[in-house]
């Protein structure tokens, strides 16, 4: 059975559209801008080093990585798994679009095209992510694609009409600005190369690699059947758990989780894959700013180790015939 998608944005139109035929095509716009960041930071990050540099990067990297583009675009404006005040989803999102090269709408856009693409049974290769890493790292940083039977994505009317977002949207390049005018006032070049050059560099390449890994790593991650009526054999990407990376992306690392439950506002599902972006969301809950938190409702518990069963059996009470009889 072809498996169906549950984003109301993306509309098939009756089945006619497809991800398998499209061209894949330099985007000057990205391109241009992500040569840019690169050469400043690693000329002139290298040229202009200090520790209070290099903590600024990681400080702010963290803010628009985690609070930002994790929470902000992707579980709140991308999947709606949850809701809060007007001036908080505003703030996120804009953090996330200081931590990405796009904006609101064009993440969305990006996103669903993908997740739709994942979850039809072919797709083209700029989505499936299966050529070369080098090959990989041109698509997806320096070109689009062009599909010859695109879906439509429709924005719901929160967004559509958000004037907010289409500023944002129209101005995200220049949004790094007043970023770099405030790190030059009080720490010079050092802080604008680490703060603006060197950690847009580092997010975008870190977003690529978690997305480039988790399709071809070899994970025993469990396969599980989502929210949706098909099961993820189904698809024509499964993409994997990156359990060492899992910290590292504050979260975003936790892939094939999140492919399982898209609309959770959590990606994990054991006790040991930690999430801080999930740990952000709750204790935005715990003081009244985070409401209708969508969860998976689904736990995991840790596998025990053969070790450890054993070493539990060799403690264990003994047990009657009767109860070995009932634990079978």
């Not at 070109?143 to 879906?151: E, F, H, K, R, S």
């Not at 390049?173 to 720490?187: K, R, T």
């Not at 560099?201 to 890994?213: E, V």
């Not at 599902?269 to 935005?284: G, H, V």
Request: aromatic share 14%; hydrophobic share 40%; proline share 6%.
């Amino acid at each position: 059975m072809r498996p169906t998608y549950s984003n109301t944005r993306v509309d098939s139109n009756h089945g006619r559209s497809t991800p398998v035929f499209g061209r894949v095509y330099w985007s000057s716009t990205k391109s241009i801008w992500i040569s840019l960041v690169t050469v400043g930071a690693v000329l002139g990050g290298y040229a202009t080093f200090t520790w209070s540099a290099l903590a600024l990067c990681l400080v702010t990297s963290v803010i628009v990585l985690g609070a930002g583009y994790s929470v902000g675009l992707h579980r709140l404006l991308i999947h709606n798994s949850f809701q809060c005040p007007r001036w908080l989803e505003h703030l996120l999102v804009y953090l996330g679009v200081l931590g990405s090269t796009v904006g609101p709408y064009s993440a969305i856009e990006q996103h669903d095209l993908h997740d739709w693409a994942h979850r039809q049974p072919k797709c083209h290769t700029y989505f499936s992510h299966r050529q070369n890493p080098f090959l990989d790292w041109y698509w997806s940083l320096h070109c689009d694609i062009q599909l010859a039977y695109p879906p439509i994505i429709r924005y719901e009317p929160r967004i559509a009409q958000n004037r907010f977002y289409h500023w944002l949207e129209q101005t995200r390049i220049v949004q790094q600005l007043p970023l770099a005018i405030a790190f030059y006032y009080f720490g010079g070049w050092s802080w604008v190369f680490w703060g603006i050059y060197v950690r847009i560099f580092a997010c975008t390449h870190i977003q690529w690699l978690t997305q480039y890994l988790s399709y071809h790593q070899s994970s025993r991650s469990q396969t599980l059947k989502g929210d949706r009526p098909q099961k993820l054999e189904t698809v024509g990407v499964q993409v994997h758990n990156l359990p060492l990376l899992g910290l590292l992306t504050l979260g975003e690392g936790w892939q094939n989780n999140h492919q399982a439950f898209p609309n959770s506002a959590c990606f994990s599902l054991r006790p040991n894959q930690y999430d801080p972006s999930w740990w952000l969301i709750k204790a935005f809950k715990s003081v009244g700013l985070a409401w209708n938190i969508k969860h998976s409702r689904v736990h995991v518990p840790v596998p025990i180790k053969p070790a450890e069963l054993e070493a539990a059996a060799q403690i264990q009470a003994p047990v009657t015939s009767r109860q070995k009889v009932s634990a079978k």
